[in-house]
């Protein structure tokens, strides 16, 4: 029997494990199943598990490793992948009884490329409806639950993903942000999570897109920033698929973690001039900035308003769910949850006008956020404005204020707005509430400042270590 305690190790040293043949990628896959068997049924953090096809990979993994072949970047290294992102031959639902019999004809690039590197697929997380929210909740079956709490939500649209990450039922996760669905999760879960710069990661999904991209971006979920690093790597990289993925090189992110941040220009900003904060989330996390200058950096608070930036972000985010969905909100309307069915019927009601007046709303906020930047290496900010809400209950007001911009935003008014930018941002934990609660400070870095991300990141966690922290549900 392999030890229990390998499931709660970082995935960098679980390969190097297998590497040397102290441990079997077929013993790895069969603990995450032992544990994903024993305790996920009390976090729903999978849709779907690959079991029959992982098996047969990871005994390939490990008699490749037997035979000496040259090894890919994560071979024989079990990974959950993201419901949303299509997987060739597996049920792909994005979260939607719409789609629960789609069956993909291809990978999206991101999995053909972990795929390339040996990882195996345990299977494919839970998400809500389209990936449209910040919560866990479809209409497949229960919603997904925090492992730190049941009662309470892991957050989404990469819910599933942290979930399994939180509790340890897989040692390395895909997801996926286009308002903040990495770096929400991430926070309510505990766990690490970067959204890359726009463009770093191609987000063709196995067939063109239809709408243009403006905010998503395909990424990590792991315990450590090392971990993160690892797959953000394998993941990055120009796309012929995606004619807006990035043509430059791809920088090292794994280098990244040792650089030196002494000196770095650090803004805090508690609210982003708008927003509703928790007192317990800004106690936390104002006392987490702080650290950053133990660690040498310069930190000031800045005045720094964000003038409504849901005003240019909503009306695209509503016509892209209109543009995507709405042919079958007749024939499945039914079946849909509510708060899809309220993205697709905003969407319809965006004219041409309110839609270009909404772009350049975002062209402002990119040149005052370009303009800051000049000024400041990174903002650090809370990551959410709130700990882990109930199970399928949007905040109506925070700190006393009634939930603004709109109920299904209101809770992450700090990362929406960074995907508007398409700016590099992470989550890391920085603590907890008083009922137990993880809680998020998030890492925003300069357009194509991943480097610096990871290396604010990996600063921090070396100074404010996180990963001796267990959920309930492990």
Known sequence: ???????????TELLELVATKQVSPVELTELYYSRIDRLDSQLNSYLLLTRETAMEEARAAEQAVMRGDELGALHGLPIAIKDTQATKGVRTTVGSLVFKDRVPDDDATVVARIKQAGAIMLGKTNTPEFGLVGMCENRLGDDGRNPWNTDRTPGGSSGGAAAAMAACLCPLATGGDGGGSIRIPASFCGIYGIKPTQGRVSLYNGVPSTVPNQFAQQGPLSRTVKDSSLLLQVMAGHDPKDPTSMREPVPDFLAALSKDIKGLRVAWSPDYGFAAVDPEVLAVTSKAAQVFEELGCHVEEPDLVMDSPYDGYGPVYETNAYALYAQYLESHGDQMTQFARDFIEAGSKVTGADFARAIGLMDKLKGQMTDFFEEYDLLLSPTLALPAMPVGEFPEEIAGRPAYPHRYFSFHPFTYP?????????????????????????IVGKMGGEETVIAASAAFERARPWIQHRPPVS
């Open 418 to 442: 960074i995907n508007a930018i398409g700016h590099a941002a992470a989550s890391v934990p920085a603590g907890f509430s008083a009922d137990g609660l993880p809680i998020g400070l998030q």
């Open 1 to 11: 029997m392999v030890d229990e305690e390998l499931a709660f190790t970082p995935a």
